[in-house]
Protein backbone atom coordinates (compact mmCIF):
# COMPACT_ATOMS: atom_id res chain seq x y z
CA UNK A 1 0.00 0.00 0.00
CA UNK A 2 1.33 3.51 -1.08
CA UNK A 3 1.56 6.30 1.53
CA UNK A 4 -0.77 9.18 0.76
CA UNK A 5 -0.29 12.57 2.77
CA UNK A 6 -3.83 12.93 2.57
CA UNK A 7 -4.72 10.27 4.36
CA UNK A 8 -2.78 11.31 7.23
CA UNK A 9 -4.51 12.95 10.62
CA UNK A 10 -4.97 16.54 10.56
CA UNK A 11 -3.19 16.72 13.80
CA UNK A 12 -0.15 14.83 14.19
CA UNK A 13 0.29 12.47 17.38
CA UNK A 14 3.43 14.28 18.59
CA UNK A 15 1.22 17.67 18.85
CA UNK A 16 -0.83 16.32 22.20
CA UNK A 17 2.29 15.36 24.22
CA UNK A 18 3.60 16.85 27.24
CA UNK A 19 6.23 19.77 25.55
CA UNK A 20 5.38 20.10 22.17
CA UNK A 21 2.53 23.19 22.12
CA UNK A 22 5.73 25.65 21.91
CA UNK A 23 4.75 28.42 19.15
CA UNK A 24 7.89 30.75 19.39
CA UNK A 25 8.82 31.67 15.85
CA UNK A 26 12.53 30.46 16.32
CA UNK A 27 13.60 32.23 13.08
CA UNK A 28 16.91 30.16 13.03
CA UNK A 29 18.02 31.63 9.89
CA UNK A 30 18.63 34.93 11.92
CA UNK A 31 19.93 34.72 14.94
CA UNK A 32 23.11 36.90 15.03
CA UNK A 33 25.62 36.88 17.46
CA UNK A 34 24.16 40.04 19.03
CA UNK A 35 20.41 39.00 19.14
CA UNK A 36 19.91 39.10 22.78
CA UNK A 37 21.68 42.31 23.14
CA UNK A 38 18.65 43.80 20.76
CA UNK A 39 16.57 41.51 22.56
CA UNK A 40 17.17 43.17 25.61
CA UNK A 41 17.02 46.46 24.71
CA UNK A 42 13.42 45.74 23.57
CA UNK A 43 10.95 46.67 26.37
CA UNK A 44 8.24 44.00 24.49
CA UNK A 45 10.97 41.54 25.18
CA UNK A 46 9.29 38.30 27.92
CA UNK A 47 11.96 36.15 29.90
CA UNK A 48 11.86 32.69 31.59
CA UNK A 49 14.16 32.93 34.05
CA UNK A 50 15.73 29.60 35.44
CA UNK A 51 18.17 27.97 37.98
CA UNK A 52 19.26 25.13 39.38
CA UNK A 53 16.64 22.81 36.72
CA UNK A 54 13.67 25.26 38.33
CA UNK A 55 11.76 27.72 36.46
CA UNK A 56 10.36 30.89 38.02
CA UNK A 57 6.87 31.57 38.51
CA UNK A 58 5.01 34.63 39.40
CA UNK A 59 1.95 33.49 41.89
CA UNK A 60 -0.86 35.57 41.52
CA UNK A 61 -3.44 36.26 43.25
CA UNK A 62 -6.16 33.21 43.20
CA UNK A 63 -3.28 31.04 42.77
CA UNK A 64 -2.12 31.32 39.12
CA UNK A 65 0.99 30.48 37.89
CA UNK A 66 2.73 32.98 35.39
CA UNK A 67 6.25 31.97 33.93
CA UNK A 68 6.95 35.39 32.40
CA UNK A 69 9.40 38.29 33.23
CA UNK A 70 9.44 41.73 32.36
CA UNK A 71 13.23 43.29 31.97
CA UNK A 72 12.71 45.94 34.85
CA UNK A 73 11.14 43.07 37.15
CA UNK A 74 13.40 40.62 36.64
CA UNK A 75 16.22 42.37 37.89
CA UNK A 76 15.92 41.77 41.49
CA UNK A 77 16.59 38.30 40.31
CA UNK A 78 20.37 38.72 38.94
CA UNK A 79 19.48 37.56 35.48
CA UNK A 80 23.00 36.92 33.76
CA UNK A 81 22.13 38.18 30.58
CA UNK A 82 25.51 37.79 29.04
CA UNK A 83 24.56 33.62 28.71
CA UNK A 84 20.96 34.90 28.10
CA UNK A 85 19.54 32.57 24.75
CA UNK A 86 17.15 33.62 22.54
CA UNK A 87 14.40 31.80 21.87
CA UNK A 88 12.94 33.58 19.19
CA UNK A 89 9.91 35.52 18.70
CA UNK A 90 6.26 35.59 20.50
CA UNK A 91 3.21 37.57 19.17
CA UNK A 92 4.51 39.72 22.03
CA UNK A 93 7.53 40.69 20.84
CA UNK A 94 11.34 38.32 21.92
CA UNK A 95 11.62 35.86 24.29
CA UNK A 96 15.01 34.78 26.22
CA UNK A 97 15.28 32.30 28.29
CA UNK A 98 18.17 33.55 31.12
CA UNK A 99 19.43 31.78 34.17
CA UNK A 100 18.72 33.54 37.61
CA UNK A 101 21.32 34.14 39.97
CA UNK A 102 19.33 33.98 43.41
CA UNK A 103 19.23 31.07 45.53
CA UNK A 104 15.70 29.69 45.68
CA UNK A 105 15.37 29.27 49.00
CA UNK A 106 15.95 33.21 49.22
CA UNK A 107 13.22 34.27 46.83
CA UNK A 108 10.10 36.24 47.90
CA UNK A 109 6.88 34.63 49.05
CA UNK A 110 5.71 35.85 45.55
CA UNK A 111 7.58 34.12 43.42
CA UNK A 112 8.18 30.16 43.55
CA UNK A 113 11.11 27.93 42.06
CA UNK A 114 9.72 24.94 41.32
CA UNK A 115 11.49 21.71 38.90
CA UNK A 116 10.84 20.95 35.18
CA UNK A 117 9.81 18.30 36.08
CA UNK A 118 6.99 19.16 38.51
CA UNK A 119 6.25 21.91 36.33
CA UNK A 120 4.83 19.95 33.62
CA UNK A 121 3.52 16.76 35.66
CA UNK A 122 0.95 19.24 38.02
CA UNK A 123 0.28 21.27 34.80
CA UNK A 124 1.15 23.92 36.43
CA UNK A 125 1.68 26.56 32.90
CA UNK A 126 -0.05 26.80 29.78
CA UNK A 127 1.24 24.01 26.72
CA UNK A 128 2.78 27.36 24.95
CA UNK A 129 5.19 28.28 27.93
CA UNK A 130 5.52 24.66 28.52
CA UNK A 131 7.27 24.28 25.23
CA UNK A 132 8.91 27.49 25.37
CA UNK A 133 10.60 25.83 29.08
CA UNK A 134 11.64 22.88 27.38
CA UNK A 135 13.47 24.90 24.18
CA UNK A 136 15.23 26.99 27.12
CA UNK A 137 15.92 24.47 29.59
CA UNK A 138 17.58 22.38 27.00
CA UNK A 139 19.92 24.98 25.26
CA UNK A 140 20.98 26.31 28.61
CA UNK A 141 21.52 22.82 30.07
CA UNK A 142 23.51 22.47 26.61
CA UNK A 143 25.88 25.57 27.91
CA UNK A 144 26.53 25.08 31.20
CA UNK A 145 28.15 21.34 29.86
CA UNK A 146 29.57 22.57 27.08
CA UNK A 147 31.98 25.31 28.65
CA UNK A 148 35.03 24.35 26.89
CA UNK A 149 35.70 23.33 23.41
CA UNK A 150 36.44 19.77 23.09
CA UNK A 151 39.16 20.01 20.62
CA UNK A 152 41.53 21.90 22.52
CA UNK A 153 39.90 22.65 25.52
CA UNK A 154 39.55 26.63 25.62
CA UNK A 155 36.80 28.15 27.04
CA UNK A 156 34.78 28.92 23.97
CA UNK A 157 32.24 31.81 23.38
CA UNK A 158 28.14 32.03 23.39
CA UNK A 159 27.20 32.78 19.60
CA UNK A 160 24.40 33.32 17.25
CA UNK A 161 21.74 34.04 20.45
CA UNK A 162 22.84 31.24 22.25
CA UNK A 163 22.60 28.26 19.47
CA UNK A 164 26.42 28.07 19.14
CA UNK A 165 29.66 28.23 20.75
CA UNK A 166 33.04 29.55 19.35
CA UNK A 167 36.36 28.86 20.57
CA UNK A 168 38.61 31.72 20.00
CA UNK A 169 41.90 29.61 20.12
CA UNK A 170 40.94 27.04 17.06
CA UNK A 171 38.03 28.43 15.50
CA UNK A 172 35.82 25.36 15.81
CA UNK A 173 32.13 25.75 16.25
CA UNK A 174 29.79 23.90 18.65
CA UNK A 175 26.05 23.58 18.70
CA UNK A 176 23.45 22.64 20.56
CA UNK A 177 22.86 18.77 20.52
CA UNK A 178 19.96 16.54 20.91
CA UNK A 179 20.50 13.07 22.28
CA UNK A 180 17.97 10.88 20.70
CA UNK A 181 15.76 8.31 23.01
CA UNK A 182 13.75 5.48 21.17
CA UNK A 183 10.65 4.80 23.43
CA UNK A 184 8.79 1.52 22.31
CA UNK A 185 5.61 -0.04 23.35
CA UNK A 186 5.64 -4.13 21.99
CA UNK A 187 2.44 -5.21 21.14
CA UNK A 188 0.09 -7.93 19.92
CA UNK A 189 -3.77 -7.44 19.17
CA UNK A 190 -3.99 -8.64 22.80
CA UNK A 191 -1.45 -7.43 25.17
CA UNK A 192 1.56 -4.93 25.37
CA UNK A 193 4.83 -5.37 27.13
CA UNK A 194 5.36 -2.89 29.88
CA UNK A 195 8.06 -2.51 32.52
CA UNK A 196 9.28 -0.71 35.56
CA UNK A 197 12.65 0.93 36.56
CA UNK A 198 13.53 0.99 40.48
CA UNK A 199 13.35 4.53 40.21
CA UNK A 200 9.84 4.56 38.83
CA UNK A 201 6.82 5.62 41.18
CA UNK A 202 4.68 2.62 43.45
CA UNK A 203 3.36 0.55 40.76
CA UNK A 204 4.23 2.31 37.68
CA UNK A 205 4.83 0.56 34.42
CA UNK A 206 5.79 2.03 31.11
CA UNK A 207 6.77 1.35 27.61
CA UNK A 208 10.87 0.48 27.70
CA UNK A 209 13.29 3.29 26.03
CA UNK A 210 17.07 3.47 25.62
CA UNK A 211 19.55 6.10 23.52
CA UNK A 212 20.01 5.61 19.85
CA UNK A 213 23.14 4.99 19.59
CA UNK A 214 25.79 6.03 16.37
CA UNK A 215 25.70 4.51 13.00
CA UNK A 216 21.94 3.01 14.20
CA UNK A 217 18.64 3.43 12.66
CA UNK A 218 15.32 4.41 15.10
CA UNK A 219 14.05 0.51 13.75
CA UNK A 220 17.14 -0.95 14.91
CA UNK A 221 17.59 0.82 18.22
CA UNK A 222 13.53 -0.42 19.01
CA UNK A 223 14.81 -3.64 18.06
CA UNK A 224 18.04 -3.73 20.25
CA UNK A 225 16.48 -2.35 23.01
CA UNK A 226 13.79 -4.21 23.58
CA UNK A 227 15.99 -7.32 22.86
CA UNK A 228 18.05 -6.41 25.70
CA UNK A 229 15.87 -5.41 27.99
CA UNK A 230 13.26 -8.18 27.73
CA UNK A 231 14.31 -10.76 25.89
CA UNK A 232 12.11 -10.17 23.13
CA UNK A 233 12.78 -10.14 19.07
CA UNK A 234 10.77 -7.09 16.88
CA UNK A 235 9.47 -7.54 13.71
CA UNK A 236 8.25 -4.57 12.31
CA UNK A 237 8.54 -1.51 13.71
CA UNK A 238 5.89 1.56 13.47
CA UNK A 239 6.90 5.18 14.06
CA UNK A 240 3.99 6.72 16.58
CA UNK A 241 5.15 10.35 17.76
CA UNK A 242 8.30 12.42 19.28
CA UNK A 243 8.71 14.28 22.60
CA UNK A 244 11.20 17.12 23.14
CA UNK A 245 11.91 15.87 26.39
CA UNK A 246 14.69 18.40 28.72
CA UNK A 247 16.43 15.89 31.22
CA UNK A 248 18.51 17.38 29.67
CA UNK A 249 18.53 17.60 26.40
CA UNK A 250 16.74 14.45 24.86
CA UNK A 251 14.59 14.13 21.91
CA UNK A 252 11.93 10.47 22.62
CA UNK A 253 10.54 8.88 19.53
CA UNK A 254 7.79 6.84 19.98
CA UNK A 255 7.36 3.12 18.31
CA UNK A 256 5.34 0.52 18.34
CA UNK A 257 6.98 -3.16 17.99
CA UNK A 258 5.63 -6.47 16.86
CA UNK A 259 6.92 -9.24 19.08
CA UNK A 260 8.00 -12.47 17.53
CA UNK A 261 8.20 -14.23 20.91
CA UNK A 262 6.51 -14.06 23.85
CA UNK A 263 9.12 -15.25 27.21
CA UNK A 264 10.46 -12.55 28.70
CA UNK A 265 13.89 -12.42 29.80
CA UNK A 266 13.96 -9.35 31.49
CA UNK A 267 17.77 -7.71 32.03
CA UNK A 268 17.10 -6.86 35.91
CA UNK A 269 20.54 -4.65 35.85
CA UNK A 270 17.62 -2.45 33.89
CA UNK A 271 14.24 -3.07 35.17
CA UNK A 272 12.73 -3.76 38.13
CA UNK A 273 9.83 -5.98 36.46
CA UNK A 274 8.83 -6.08 32.99
CA UNK A 275 5.52 -8.33 32.07
CA UNK A 276 2.73 -8.60 29.44
CA UNK A 277 -0.47 -6.75 30.23
CA UNK A 278 -4.02 -7.42 28.77
CA UNK A 279 -5.62 -4.43 27.17
CA UNK A 280 -8.66 -4.03 29.78
CA UNK A 281 -5.97 -4.28 32.81
CA UNK A 282 -4.21 -1.65 30.60
CA UNK A 283 -6.86 0.57 30.76
CA UNK A 284 -7.45 0.05 34.27
CA UNK A 285 -4.31 1.25 34.71
CA UNK A 286 -4.92 4.33 32.18
CA UNK A 287 -7.91 5.47 34.47
CA UNK A 288 -6.11 4.96 37.90
CA UNK A 289 -8.44 2.11 38.94
CA UNK A 290 -6.49 -0.65 38.77
CA UNK A 291 -6.92 -3.50 41.90
CA UNK A 292 -3.53 -3.24 42.49
CA UNK A 293 -3.22 -0.01 42.48
CA UNK A 294 -0.63 -0.28 39.30
CA UNK A 295 -0.35 2.69 36.91
CA UNK A 296 1.19 4.03 33.71
CA UNK A 297 2.76 7.65 33.02
CA UNK A 298 0.92 10.69 33.12
CA UNK A 299 -0.89 12.27 30.55
CA UNK A 300 2.17 14.84 29.19
CA UNK A 301 4.59 11.63 28.64
CA UNK A 302 5.17 9.80 25.45
CA UNK A 303 4.78 6.53 26.94
CA UNK A 304 0.98 7.39 27.96
CA UNK A 305 -0.28 8.15 24.04
CA UNK A 306 2.10 5.10 23.14
CA UNK A 307 -0.37 3.04 25.57
CA UNK A 308 -3.59 4.88 24.97
CA UNK A 309 -3.22 4.69 21.74
CA UNK A 310 -2.86 1.27 21.43
CA UNK A 311 -5.86 0.89 23.91
CA UNK A 312 -7.84 3.05 21.71
CA UNK A 313 -6.95 0.99 18.45
CA UNK A 314 -9.14 -1.90 19.47
Known amino acids: MSF????????????FVGFAGNTIDRQSENRADDSVDKALADPTTRLLLMNGG????????????DPWFGLAESQAFK???????????????????????????QLPETVKAIDYRSVYMQGLIDEAAAGAM????????W????????????????????YKRHCPNCGTEHF?????????????????????????????YSALAGFIEPGETIEAAVRRETLEEA??????????????WPFPYSLMIGCFGEPLNEDIQADLNELEDCRWFGRDEVRLMLAREHPGNLVTPPKGAIAHHLIRAWVDSE
Open 4 to 15: SLFDAPLREPSQ
Open 54 to 65: RLHLKLHEGGSL
Open 79 to 105: PAFDQGVLLGFSEHGPVVAVLAGVDPE
Open 134 to 141: AQGAALLA
Open 143 to 162: HASHRFCSKCGTQSEMRAGG
Open 176 to 204: PRTDPVAIMLTATREKCLLGRGAHFAPGM
Open 231 to 244: GIRLGRVVYHASQP
